[in-house]
């Protein structure tokens, strides 16, 4: 199975990807560029900027991806 694959299967499953747990989950370093690939093919991957703390306690934002409920 491809890295683009596990995204979108993991994306359908109604889970929340980010660049964080996409490596940790999916093995997949390049998250963007996968949801991106995905996007092309014309799936509504839809995003939102979360703001969390780093490992040194600076507030960082980052995508989260999913897709809508009706496409789960």
Known sequence: ??????????????????RLNAWDKLGV???PA???ELRSEGHMI?????????????TVTIAEWYLPREQV
């Open 34 to 36: 996968r949801i991106h």
């Open 1 to 18: 199975m491809s890295q683009k694959d596990r995204v979108l299967q993991y994306l359908k499953s109604g889970s929340i990807l980010t």
């Open 29 to 31: 370093i390049e998250a």
């Open 46 to 58: 839809q995003s939102t900027r979360k703001q969390v703390l780093n490992r040194y306690g600076e």
